[in-house]
């Protein structure tokens, strides 16, 4: 019988981007927290009797061909493992397109992690997190989920605990505005890294305790600089987020989703009230641990 499995695929926040220099292969050498959240697309693998591999997605506008994220992790997950490909993919999508919250990223992870399953392969995290990597740099982080200190592309990982209860994050994207990630790092010109190598050493800590004051005196992000001086609408739904001063609020790697992380929840509202009459997309979500 032909096997079906169905994935929750979480989106990811950054909390914090260093952007220290640019490298000799053109890529940017990064410090980053990251963070997976409840926001999630399902991802439903059906085996077929058919050969190939088959994407279908509930968002008009999302690549379908072997340019989707999704597609190009079941071709290297098949083509490592020398299986004959019989698949489809359904994408159930939730999450932002375009909004720098790992939305194709975590699509390929489920994808890797559900095939892994769905073929009995018994590849270990580590095995399936270094076949990410060929994917795209954020994969190997969403594969593993939770809280992660991140370096190099970003796929130099050291993995926490994340705090526990978890905070509550709000996420707000601004309709109609889409950032390439590829425009804001080329537009960033990277600065004094010093006094920022100090901060960044003690935002992991503050928002391990959950000490959203002291996180909101040290959390920085260096894209915000570009991003929200070229779309004046980011930087109106931070400042209105902030309004209620409750929160920690900042932009999400290069945009265009602002998030705010927030003790509890009645916090969290309190601050989406003040988005009311903005073009903007809010979701009331939460951190959550690892996939494994
Ligand atoms: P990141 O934060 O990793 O830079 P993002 O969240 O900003 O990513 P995505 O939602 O992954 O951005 O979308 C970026 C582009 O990737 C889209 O414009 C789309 O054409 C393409 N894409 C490929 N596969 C997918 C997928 N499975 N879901 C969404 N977009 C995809």
Not at 48 to 75: F, K, M, Q, W, Y
Not at 245 to 260: A, K, L, N, R, T
Not at 263 to 268: L, N, V
């Amino acid at each position: 019988m032909k096997k079906t499995l169905i994935l929750q695929a979480p989106a990811k926040i950054n909390i914090g981007l260093w952007v220290k220099f640019k490298r000799q292969d053109g890529f940017h050498e990064l410090g980053s927290i990251m963070q997976t959240i409840s926001l999630h697309d399902i991802i439903t693998l059906n085996e077929t009797a058919e050969p190939g591999i088959t994407v279908s997605c509930s968002r008009p506008g999302v690549p379908l061909d072997s340019t989707n994220l999704a597609h190009r992790a079941a071709t290297v997950f098949f083509d490592q493992t020398n299986i004959h490909p019989a698949i489809s993919i359904h994408i159930e999508k939730k999450i932002p397109v375009a909004a720098g919250l790992a939305g194709g990223s975590t699509d390929a992870a489920a994808v890797l992690i559900g095939l892994n399953r769905l073929f009995d392969k018994r590849l270990t995290v580590a095995d399936l997190m270094h076949m990410g990597a060929t994917i795209g740099s954020d994969v190997p982080f969403v594969i593993h989920g939770g809280l992660a200190a991140a370096e190099g592309r970003g796929e130099k990982l050291a993995f926490h605990e994340p705090p526990r209860p978890p905070l509550t994050v709000v996420i707000a994207v601004p309709t109609g505005v889409a950032v390439s990630t590829k425009w804001a790092y080329e537009n960033y010109l990277p600065g004094n890294n010093e006094a920022k190598e100090r901060s960044f050493n003690q935002i992991l800590e503050a928002y391990r305790d959950r000490n959203l004051d002291a996180l909101k005196k040290l959390v920085f992000n260096d894209l915000e600089s570009v991003t929200l001086h070229r779309y004046p609408e980011v930087l109106r739904i931070k400042e209105r987020l902030c309004a209620s001063d409750e929160g920690v609020v900042m932009m999400s790697g290069s945009g265009p989703s602002v998030f705010g992380l927030f003790a509890d929840k009645r916090s969290a509202v309190r601050a989406v009230k003040n988005l009311d009459g903005l073009p903007v997309d809010v979701f009331v979500e939460h951190t959550v641990k690892k996939h494994f």
